[in-house]
């Protein structure tokens, strides 16, 4: 019970994984969104292709959408 509580304090005190994301420059949002695409599909897919795990698979299917979102945002020239 107490580790529970001690756990609830330091998540609120701590701050979120999206706010220390909103920090970042627009470029290395990507790169870390990309970044833990990559940790849940290893988690989703085992090193045959076969998938393990729904949630993961959809987790990581998630963030790539986001990255492409955020990389629309930037700016520059766009490869066609």
């Given at each position: 019970?107490r580790?529970?509580?001690?756990?609830?304090?330091?998540?609120?005190?701590?701050?979120?994984?999206?706010?220390?994301?909103?920090?970042?420059?627009?470029?290395?949002?990507?790169?870390?969104?990309?970044?833990?695409?990559?940790?849940?599909?290893?988690?989703?897919?085992?090193?045959s292709?076969?998938?393990?795990?729904d949630?993961?698979?959809?987790?990581?299917?998630?963030?790539?959408?986001?990255?492409?979102?955020?990389?629309?945002?930037?700016?520059?020239?766009?490869?066609?």
């Amino acid at each position: 019970m107490r580790s529970c509580l001690v756990l609830a304090v330091l998540s609120a005190t701590l701050p979120s994984p999206s706010v220390a994301i909103a920090q970042e420059s627009p470029v290395r949002r990507v790169a870390n969104i990309v970044s833990v695409a990559v940790e849940e599909y290893a988690r989703g897919v085992d090193a045959s292709g076969k998938l393990i795990s729904d949630i993961e698979y959809q987790e990581a299917t998630d963030f790539l959408a986001d990255a492409r979102e955020q990389a629309a945002r930037l700016p520059g020239e766009r490869a066609a």
